[in-house]
């Protein structure tokens, strides 16, 4: 299984931008999907998930209302379309997948076996 990250960048407060995870695997419908990110000096932490066979993302508290997420299960494509960006958001942001998370590991990091190698988002004030 190989994940791509792709879509970040420097951006200004408020602006919006769209990440792009492309995931080499077979039965990609099978697999849970999750955005985390990594600020510096900080641990990585969770974002978003969208559980196999299930269309409803989870998010974090901080990002809630901010930011959405998709897959395209055709493509083997996740995405993280997020808006209203804060200088807090500043961070490298992994795509990361596995087949068997439990809803209650969704949160995680250690839950997961496949990671992409994340892509920066700079977001100046």
């Known amino acids: 299984v190989q994940l791509q990250a792709s879509g970040g960048g420097l951006v200004q407060a408020g602006d919006s931008l769209r990440l792009s995870c492309a995931v080499s695997v077979v039965a990609f419908s099978g697999y849970t999907v999750s955005w985390f990110r990594q600020a510096p000096g900080k641990e990585r932490e969770f974002v978003s998930a969208l559980k196999r066979y299930n269309s409803n993302p989870f998010y974090a508290d901080s990002v809630k209302g901010r930011f959405v997420m998709s897959r395209d299960n055709a493509r083997n494509m996740v995405y993280l379309q997020m808006n209203s960006l804060k200088p807090e958001d500043t961070a490298v942001y992994y795509c990361?997948?596995?087949?068997?998370?439990?809803?209650?590991?969704?949160?995680?990091?250690?839950?997961?076996?496949?990671w992409g190698q994340g892509t920066l988002v700079t977001v100046s004030s």
């Open positions: 990361a997948a596995d087949r068997q998370v439990i809803s209650s590991s969704l949160f995680t990091p250690s839950s997961y076996d496949y």
